[in-house]
């Protein structure tokens, strides 16, 4: 057993915070101490994170499109896992998750990770927040802790096996959610918003202006407001409900892939 040594990672990239509830629950379960590292940090060097062969690393990304958010790609890639073992975690909207773990998969390989377990599970819909409304709840709360179990036994037989995922390479292409939530007159420039865009899309002194194109819709800014002064085009948004409606209605359950 070498698990007196391991120390345990949470690497999570939760702009609305449903990937980071679903990591905690996860984690409970999992032995060892944890720290926390937030892809959503757009001040902070990952080039500069190095793990070692005893720890265990969760990586929890959000699918957005059935596909890893550019950005946590980014960041993950350029962190050295040199060996760690690693539990991919994808989180969606009860739509579907196509290739969000097999691209995360070949971002945390190409890290350094051995990935030795994955889970999907499903969080409230980030953008049309009717979808997966309470999740996860109680049952995922019991399915997650069982998984946790499994996960731990599987570390502690120190089993290294590859999980089979699903998905498809080359994966779906990405396409933008081209939902990019707007200030309104109840802003007041406090630049929470601002600072808290994990792309920086948001002018720092005003906080009305939005970088269209470096927007990647993740809503954390409508999240983060102090004043609930952030939406997204209220028009589009019921668009975007009704076209989700028969997709996301039925309750997906969460799975384990070990
Ligand atoms: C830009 C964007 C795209 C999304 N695409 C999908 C999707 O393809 N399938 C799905 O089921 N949910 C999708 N979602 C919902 C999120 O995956 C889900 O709400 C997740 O829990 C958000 O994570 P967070 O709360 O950590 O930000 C999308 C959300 C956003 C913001």
């Given at each position: 057993m070498k698990l007196y040594k391991m120390k345990l990672y949470n690497i999570v990239f939760s702009p609305t915070g449903g990937t980071q509830k679903v990591a905690v629950l996860l984690t409970k379960a999992l032995a060892g101490e944890a720290a926390a590292i937030d892809l959503?940090?757009?001040?902070?060097?990952?080039?500069?994170i190095r793990l070692t062969q005893e720890d265990v690393a969760l990586i929890a990304v959000p699918s957005y499109g059935g596909r890893v958010p550019a950005v946590a790609v980014e960041r993950l890639t350029a962190m050295h896992g040199q060996g760690a073992r690693a539990v991919l975690v994808c989180v969606y909207g009860n739509r579907a998750y196509e290739d969000t773990l097999v691209e995360l998969e070949d971002a945390a390989q190409k890290a350094g990770f051995r990935v030795i377990a994955a889970v999907a599970a499903v969080a409230e819909h980030s953008i049309a927040r009717q979808f997966a409304a309470g999740r996860p709840d109680a049952q995922d709360a019991a399915q997650l802790a069982a998984f946790g179990e499994k996960i731990q036994a599987k570390l502690s037989a120190d089993d290294l096996s590859e999980p089979d995922l699903p998905g498809n390479r080359p994966y779906k292409k990405a396409g933008g959610a081209g939902m990019v939530p707007k200030a309104t007159?109840?802003?007041?420039?406090?630049?929470v918003c601002a600072a808290e865009c994990p792309v920086q899309a948001i002018h720092k002194e005003d906080p009305t202006k939005v970088d269209e194109k470096a927007c990647i819709s993740c809503m954390r800014c409508v999240a983060v407001c102090p004043q609930g002064a952030r939406r997204v085009n209220p028009l589009l948004l019921s668009a975007a409900g009704l076209m989700l409606k028969k997709v996301c209605s039925e309750r997906k359950d969460c799975e384990l892939f070990l």
């Open positions: 959503t940090d757009s001040k902070q060097d990952f080039s500069a007159k109840a802003c007041n420039r406090c630049g």
